[in-house]
């Protein structure tokens, strides 16, 4: 596993889960709610932290570190910039509340690839798509995309496209994809592997 000194978790959970008609944190798989499937994750990967951003009082009483989102409904972009302000590790792995499948090892991976080259930020692709939602970053990044969240910018890809970045096709990518629907987590139950930590 990738040495815990050298990056922090980070769970956003601000999302209005419209789609989904539920708080998506708060969506359990093999009796685990999502938010903390997630923050196991992080932990297991070796994260020296992990502070869950956003989400109402139910999910701050699931985890150990939790803050307030500084702009509901803002968007990402906003709340990333609130994570990295707040922490003081050099790499920051932030991921999304909803991802049924994430695992440590593409955790590791993502800030494998970072650290060993110059890039801002490492991100995961599926489909020649970028997630955005399950990213390694640099701390060096924040006063860009600070900078893009004062001028009004939501979008992490627009905000980050000064950036450089190196992209990383995940071995599994399902462990990377989000769930926006309530049919969307049907496809995940036969996945019902147990978090190793409840937190």
């Not at 093999?30 to 938010?35: A, C, I, Y």
């Not at 992990?50 to 139910?58: D, L, M, T």
């Amino acid at each position: 596993m990738t040495d815990a000194s050298s990056f922090a978790g980070v769970v956003l959970a601000g999302g209005a889960s419209r789609r989904m008609g539920s708080d998506k944190a708060l969506l359990t798989l093999g009796g685990r709610p999502l938010v903390l499937r997630a923050t196991n994750a992080l932990r297991d990967a070796g994260a020296a932290s992990v502070v869950v951003v956003g989400g109402g009082a139910a999910v701050a009483a699931l985890v150990d570190d939790h803050v307030a989102d500084a702009a509901p409904g803002a968007g990402p972009l906003v709340a990333l910039v609130q994570s990295l302000e707040r922490v003081a590790a050099p790499v920051v792995v932030a991921v999304a509340c909803d991802l049924p499948a994430i695992e440590p090892s593409e955790i590791s991976r993502l800030v494998e690839v970072l650290e060993a080259g110059p890039a801002a930020v490492a991100v995961s692709v599926v489909d020649g798509r970028r997630q955005w939602l399950h990213a390694a970053w640099r701390r060096g990044a924040l006063p860009e995309l600070a900078a893009a969240a004062a001028a009004g910018e939501r979008s992490l890809h627009r905000a980050a496209a000064g950036l450089v970045i190196v992209e990383v096709e995940p071995a599994d990518p399902d462990a990377v994809r989000d769930v926006d629907r309530p049919h969307d987590l049907a496809r995940y139950a036969e996945r019902r592997d147990e978090p190793r930590r409840v937190r």
